[in-house]
């Protein structure tokens, strides 16, 4: 089993950037595939992005893509999102989570465990 911790979360302005965290514990964190989703006010949860184990395959959101960046450090046990170029669209609470399926996936069912969450708020 495995613990997620987010950070990094906050208020920024359209156009700006933010790094999101997230913390593992527990089991060894290079065994899981890694993901981020965003859930906004009155909508589903909805996928963001995905790292390979090794850090070596991505995969991205349309809506993300060329913005938003996924990527792990295993001696740290952490992954990270990076996000520039942020809109008012992308005003949601982030999620990290993990899987212990081979390939990548994309749909919430298809994870394991997940963190509590942190807020990002983009204004105009």
């Known amino acids: 089993q495995v613990q997620l911790v987010e950070s990094g979360g906050g208020l920024v302005q359209a156009g700006g950037s933010l790094r999101l965290s997230c913390a593992a514990s527990g089991r060894s964190f290079n065994s899981y595939q890694m993901g981020w989703f965003r859930q906004a006010p009155g909508k589903e949860r909805e996928f963001v992005a995905a790292i390979a184990l090794t850090g070596a395959n991505t995969d991205y959101a349309d809506s993300v893509k060329g913005r938003f960046t996924i990527s792990r450090d295993n001696a740290k046990n952490t992954v990270y999102l990076q996000m520039n170029s942020l809109k008012p669209e992308d005003t949601a609470v982030y999620y990290c989570?993990?899987?212990?399926?081979?390939?990548?996936?994309?749909?919430?069912?298809?994870?394991?465990?997940w963190g509590q969450g942190t807020q990002v708020t983009v204004s105009s």
């Open positions: 989570a993990a899987t212990v399926r081979f390939r990548l996936v994309t749909r919430t069912r298809d994870y394991d465990y």
